[in-house]
């Protein structure tokens, strides 16, 4: 997946490469004309007149990223306003809600995440949901997992078992060698750390031809490889071994639990962080609907002009700041004039990443299809079902919607999360023909089940959903370091620059603001906009809507 530079592929592999290659480049024309015809499509002229607002910080971009930063210069002082492409917040963080018929045809509403699913421990973003007193589930970081065709199940009332049903006695000792081998190399390896010598080898093989010099069973590898590749989303042999080793932490565990960190879900759906985030800032520092065009330093002022796209009105405006946040993904770093541009040092460590590539499913259905899923009286979810399925998750685990319990009749919906050469594969196909090939795999893993599925629902993702770092390159190297130092008070967030996940968006929130408050150009500005517009809350000085 636009990895040139790792070498050999198999025959099938580069045959994908070739076609994502050809259907990038359609995705972007389709893009760029979309862009276009937003921009000139007929409509009514807007008689307000462009206004050039003064603030400290502007944010580009209200996902988990744009928002934890905003969230972060509360209490600072600084007076800040984001702004976001789409006509709503959150970016990849998003709950669907859908109506379905229920008992006695009345309709219900249930909901699942069509983004992220799940946020790890060690993520900053698990402190933040406990501030904000929202109602969370927690699980252990192990799934059932299909090996060689064969399903392990969960299913047992101590899930923590399921290792020991999975594999021998020799294979675990091995696997717990192989965990804390890990957890000693990875104790010193952190953003901005460098790489430690002894580790500097691993930037130039990849995680895959790593392992295998373990020489660990059959079973063992096909484990290690199925439960990374569905966080990476790409091959295990497409990303550097150190790489592999910062993304298996999370598996490696404790002492006590030995089974790796735990996972929190917000209960109801990521989308109430999200909130929580959005009225924590004050939505009228938020505006949506906004294409940010140009970002123009005036080093004379020492302030930025951001150029900026109505896209609801075609109001072309501008805002000044001190500083710039831009939680974009990297890849859209294009879609920017950066005046001046950006050195070329950034962007070539920014050309030199990989990417991985996701692709959703909603796959409804009634509650009597429990029993395919259901062992000994409990769910066997998720399954790492290591094929066209990808991450099978239960989407609606709460049972959202009113008087649902009661009645029992809740939809079920299986949220299927595909990642890697699947992704790209059903991200360039026709969703009928999709819909047709997961069927076709659900009929294999639970035979019966596809007659019980009521209806699909797909979500696409930009073939570059995340970052991955190939054979040859770090998230700890100079290059990354490259990305992450800030030029011209212009300062690029978001979890590209830091990880494979969330944690990278609330992580590289946190480094930005912290990067603005060290500088030596913090003045406060008070900002300068219309009267009718201005507002002033506890948190310091703030903009309304744009």
């Not at 909901?111 to 900053?124: F, I, L, R, V």
């Not at 790593?210 to 990476?232: F, G, M, N, P, Q």
């Not at 294409?291 to 002022?301: C, F, G, M, T």
Request: aromatic content about 8%; proline content about 4%.
């Amino acid at each position: 997946m636009y990895l040139s530079s790792l070498g050999q592929h198999s025959t099938r592999q580069s045959r994908l490469k070739n076609l994502a290659s050809a259907s990038f480049g359609m995705i972007f024309a389709w893009f760029f004309c979309a862009a276009f015809t937003s921009a000139f499509a007929a409509t009514t002229p807007s008689s307000v007149p462009a206004v050039t607002r003064l603030t400290d910080v502007v944010i580009v971009g209200a996902g988990l990223s744009g928002l934890t930063a905003a969230h972060e210069l509360q209490g600072t002082g600084l007076s800040y306003q984001v702004l976001e492409l789409a006509p709503i917040i959150g970016g990849r963080v998003k709950t669907v809600e859908y109506s379905r018929p229920g008992k006695n045809k009345s309709m219900v509403t249930v909901s699942a995440d069509a983004g992220m699913e799940e946020y790890w421990e060690s993520n900053p973003a698990v402190a933040l949901i406990r501030k904000f007193k929202l109602p969370i589930q927690t699980d252990h970081a192990v799934s059932s997992i299909v090996i060689g065709g064969k399903l392990y199940s969960l299913g047992g009332k101590n899930p923590l078992d399921h290792m020991h049903r999975l594999f021998n006695g020799s294979e675990l000792a091995s696997l717990t060698r192989f965990k804390a081998e890990i957890a000693n190399m990875t104790q010193g390896l952190k953003s901005g750390g460098g790489i430690p010598t002894a580790l500097q080898h691993l930037v130039h093989v990849s995680f895959a031809d790593w392992v295998k010099a373990h020489k660990l069973s059959a079973k063992l590898e096909d484990w290690i490889r199925i439960t990374l590749e569905c966080e990476i989303g790409t091959g295990w042999d497409r990303i550097s071994a150190i790489d592999g080793l910062a993304e298996f932490h999370i598996f490696v565990g404790n002492r006590e639990t030995k089974q790796g960190e735990t996972s929190y879900r917000v209960v109801g759906g990521n989308v109430k962080f999200v909130n929580a985030l959005a009225d924590s800032v004050g939505r009228e520092n938020i505006a949506t609907n906004k294409r940010v065009l140009r970002i123009a330093r005036d080093p004379v002022k020492g302030t930025s002009r951001v150029t900026y796209l109505s896209t609801d009105t075609n109001q072309n405006s501008e805002i000044e700041a001190k500083h710039v946040i831009v939680t974009v993904p990297l890849y859209r770093m294009m879609e920017i004039q950066f005046e001046p541009a950006l050195s070329q040092p950034k962007r070539d460590a920014i050309a030199a990443l990989g990417w991985g590539s996701y692709f959703k499913v909603h796959v409804m259905l009634p509650r009597s299809a429990e029993r395919f899923w259901t062992v000994r009286g409990r769910s066997m979810l998720p399954v790492l079902s290591d094929s066209d399925l990808g991450v099978i998750y239960d989407g609606n685990p709460d049972d959202i919607g009113e008087g649902l319990r009661k009645t029992g009749d809740t939809p079920r919906i299986l949220s299927l999360l595909i990642g890697g050469d699947r992704a790209e594969r059903f991200n360039f196909t026709p969703l009928d023909q999709a819909r047709a090939e997961i069927k076709s795999a659900f009929e294999k893993l639970w035979p019966g089940v596809s007659r019980s599925i009521v209806d699909m629902e797909f979500y696409r993702y930009h073939p570059r959903a995340i970052a991955a770092w190939p054979v040859g390159r770090s998230r700890f190297d100079q290059m990354s370091d490259e990305i992450r130092t800030p030029e011209n008070n212009v300062y690029l967030a978001g979890d590209h620059t830091e990880s494979s996940h969330s944690d990278g968006a609330v992580n590289s929130a946190m480094r930005a603001v912290s990067q603005i408050l060290k500088s030596k150009t913090t003045s406060i500005i008070t900002p300068i906009i219309t009267p009718i517009i201005r507002g002033r809350t506890d948190d310091g000085p703030r903009n309304k809507k744009i």
